[in-house]
């Protein structure tokens, strides 16, 4: 059944950041109808991650404002564009930075998530269809960002970028698993694949890494190893199964020569979820010869270059990267929801701060204080 407002313009609040690093303004915007292949979302839940305050602050990235940041979110669906066939208003769905078109070679594939058409491009502020925007002001349009711009009562986003879940699942804990969770939660159990026993290397205990630790204690991993530049993250991280704690600033020597001592000549998976070539090339170094895997999540520095000595790789020592943990937007989010019904994932852990629409600058100073690791944005009173 069509909503009333389907077909037709919606004023709502946004929260609108019209320069580099300076706090959000909320404010009336037009949100558009959806186009083909596009859904307009009702946006419940939002929640701030790391990158939209990078993208925000825009240091070494391409400024592009006026801008609607935010891509953790849960929502339900208001109104579908011509060719939506697999969604309805009504319908409870997180909206994914990512997506899958469900045609490319990468969406056929079952060894990768990379879609062709909706892979994230933080660069693009405007939607595929036509190359304009969904939202304006007085007639000046507002960018996107990734596909998504959650921090918007209503929102539009392409169809691909949507994924349908259990209606019964509360949407202001199941938003979190629309970005970081979900990344750090897939690197282990989808890609480093630890087996029951086995022990891990996290480097980095934000709200990723310790997703990833989540991901080794579901495993059964009985060696959790933690990696942080800062101590105080070690108490908070027992709750996601880190067994250890490592400060490198603690040693004398490179830290993948610690963990070496430690386990016996390494450990047999590692995730690095930090974005410091340094902390990726520990990473690789740190895991066993003949079987060690390691993981690399965070996103580097575009000089960045990653120098290793090649014995490592004819030890056996694998290296992969991963990209949204593996999961096919679509096809896998539901299920990873499902976890958190049954009560094999908690997300209650990653969830610290709680905010109206109104103060959702008060995210934003959690976050650049490191307090914390999601705070949720309610998007109505």
């Known amino acids: 059944m069509a909503s009333s407002t389907a077909g037709k313009v919606i004023k709502c609040k946004a929260a609108v950041a019209w320069e580099a690093g300076k706090p959000l303004v909320i404010e009336e915007v037009e949100v558009a109808p959806p186009q083909a292949n596009e859904v307009r979302l009702k946006i419940l839940f939002t929640s ?6 990078y993208f925000w602050e825009a240091k070494g990235q391409t400024p592009l404002f006026p801008r609607i940041f935010g891509h953790e979110a849960g929502g339900i669906v208001e109104s ?5 066939i697999d969604l309805k208003p009504g319908d409870h769905v997180l909206p994914v930075f990512t997506g899958e078109c469900k045609e490319c070679d990468h969406c056929k594939s079952e ?13 693009r502020g405007v939607m595929l269809n036509d190359g304009k925007s969904r939202f304006s002001i007085k007639g000046q349009p507002i960018y996107h960002f990734v596909g998504t711009s959650t921090f918007s009562e209503y929102t539009v986003v392409h169809v691909g970028c949507v994924a349908k879940i259990n209606p019964t699942a509360p949407l202001d804990k ?11 939660l897939g690197a282990t ?3 480093a694949k630890p087996r029951k026993g086995s022990s891990v290397a996290i480097f980095g205990l934000g709200a990723v890494g310790l997703a990833a630790a989540e991901g080794a204690r579901l495993a059964g991993a009985s060696r959790i190893i933690g990696v942080d530049l800062n101590s105080k993250r070690f108490t908070e991280a027992k709750k996601f199964g880190v067994t250890e704690f490592v400060n490198p600033k603690d040693y004398d020597k490179p830290v993948q020569e610690v963990i070496a001592e430690i ?3 390494g450990v047999d998976r590692s995730v690095e979820c930090t974005g410091s070539v340094g902390a990726m090339i520990s990473a690789f170094e740190c895991v066993h010869d003949g079987w060690g895997i390691a993981v690399l999540v965070g996103v580097p520095n575009k000089d960045d270059a990653f120098r290793t000595h090649p014995i490592n790789i004819l030890n056996e020592k694998t290296l992969k990267g991963t990209f949204f943990g593996n999961y ?3 096809s896998d989010l539901p299920s990873v929801v499902e976890m958190y019904m049954n009560k094999e994932l908690e997300l209650e852990k990653f969830i610290t701060h709680e905010v109206p629409f109104s103060e959702i600058n008060k995210a934003f100073e959690y976050m650049l204080k490191g307090e914390g690791l999601r705070c ?3 998007m109505t009173a």
Do not use: A, Q
């Open 189 to 191: 159990l989808n890609v």
């Open 48 to 53: 701030l991650c790391h990158t939209d305050v």
């Open 263 to 265: 386990t016996d000549g």
């Open 111 to 123: 060894e990768s998530n990379m879609c062709d058409l909706l892979r994230i491009n933080t660069d």
């Open 376 to 378: 949720i944005i309610r």
């Open 80 to 84: 579908v564009g011509e060719g939506v």
């Open 174 to 184: 199941v938003c979190v698993l629309s970005c970081g969770i979900s990344t750090g």
């Open 328 to 330: 096919k937007p679509r």
